[in-house]
């Protein structure tokens, strides 16, 4: 899994196989390591976030703080995004 960054003890990723066809964009995060049922945030055109789902239940003032790091670093997750992927969709 492509580690894209680290917030405190949570880990920002990509899923190394995102189904065919390919997944609108996003991002993972889980507490320590890379797991399958984790929380996935998709990044929109406009370099929002918006919450998908919350498996790995990070407590909701933490996954605020998590949704504006990701927001913040959208530029980035899209360009490493298109770098391991080679294509991208937006949710919205």
Known sequence: MPQIFRI???IVYFWSNESEPL???HVHVAEG????NSTKIWITST???ILCNNNSKIPDNILKRIIRV???NSEEI???????F???????
């Not at 390591?33 to 399958?36: C, D, F, G």
């Not at 080679?86 to 919205?92: A, H, L, P, T």
Request: proline letters at 3%.
């Open 78 to 84: 899209v360009s490493q995004w298109l770098e391991h």
């Open 33 to 36: 390591r890379a797991i399958a």
């Open 47 to 49: 370099g929002k976030a």
């Open 86 to 92: 080679g294509e991208i969709k937006y949710f919205c």
């Open 8 to 10: 405190g003890s949570y």
């Open 23 to 25: 997944e609108p964009i």
């Open 70 to 72: 990701v927001e913040a």
